[in-house]
């Protein structure tokens, strides 16, 4: 398993929809391995494919975050909400790619997700709470939506003007 780079927004390739993912073959299921590793890592409870550069429909997440719990690392292939509870929930959301960043963000408290695992099979199940609102984050970063689009423009440009920052202090270092 290999460690990935996390793009920092802002980056031309957080802003793209991916491409389904076609091929269900080792190197997917070794990309996924690369994305949880990642994802722990860093740490996270949920990465996507895009956010390592990679631009396809692909994500992994676990927000099992209790102190002992047991993981319960998931990837989702091609996933996609097919109900979303009426219900709203709202969660201070961060981003592996907004390092430092945080925002209260509502979104329906409850979905229901269909996808594919890394070998093809198809799975649909109910997410809620914390999970839920982590596979719909996820998935936005599929369609090139990023959690601060749901803020208002002087904040999100406030966030982006130091995320602008920290890369070039980076790119220094
Ligand atoms: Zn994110």
């Known amino acids: 398993m290999t460690l990935r780079p996390?793009?920092?927004?802002?980056?031309?390739?957080?802003?793209?929809?991916?491409?389904?993912?076609?091929?269900?073959?080792?190197?997917?299921?070794?990309?996924?391995?690369?994305?949880?590793?990642t994802m722990y890592e860093a740490p996270g409870i949920g990465l996507a494919a895009p956010q390592i550069g990679v631009m396809n429909r692909l994500l992994v997440m676990?927000?099992?975050?209790?102190?002992?719990?047991?993981?319960?690392?998931?990837?989702?292939?091609?996933?996609?909400?097919?109900?979303?509870?009426?219900?709203?929930?709202?969660?201070?959301?961060?981003?592996?790619s907004i390092p430092g960043q945080y925002a209260e963000i509502e979104r329906?408290?409850?979905?229901?997700?269909?996808?594919q695992d890394v070998t093809g099979k198809a799975h649909e199940e109910e997410f809620d709470e914390l999970w839920a609102t982590c596979v719909q984050h996820e998935i936005d970063h599929l369609n090139g939506t990023l959690?601060?689009?749901?803020?208002?423009?002087?904040?999100?440009?406030m966030i982006t003007r130091k995320?602008?920052?920290?890369k070039r202090e980076q790119a220094r270092a």
Not at 67 to 94: I, Q
Request: charged share 30%; glycine share 4%; hydrophobic share 40%.
């Open 108 to 115: 329906p408290k409850m979905v229901r997700v269909q996808w």
């Open 147 to 157: 959690f601060i689009d749901y803020l208002k423009p002087l904040k999100r440009q």
């Open 62 to 96: 676990d927000c099992v975050k209790e102190e002992g719990g047991t993981p319960e690392p998931m990837a989702l292939v091609n996933p996609k909400v097919v109900w979303e509870s009426e219900d709203k929930n709202v969660y201070e959301e961060g981003c592996l």
């Open 163 to 166: 995320m602008q920052k920290l």
């Open 6 to 37: 996390i793009l920092i927004h802002p980056d031309p390739r957080l802003k793209k929809t991916c491409d389904p993912v076609t091929d269900f073959d080792t190197a997917l299921a070794a990309l996924a391995d690369d994305m949880l590793e």
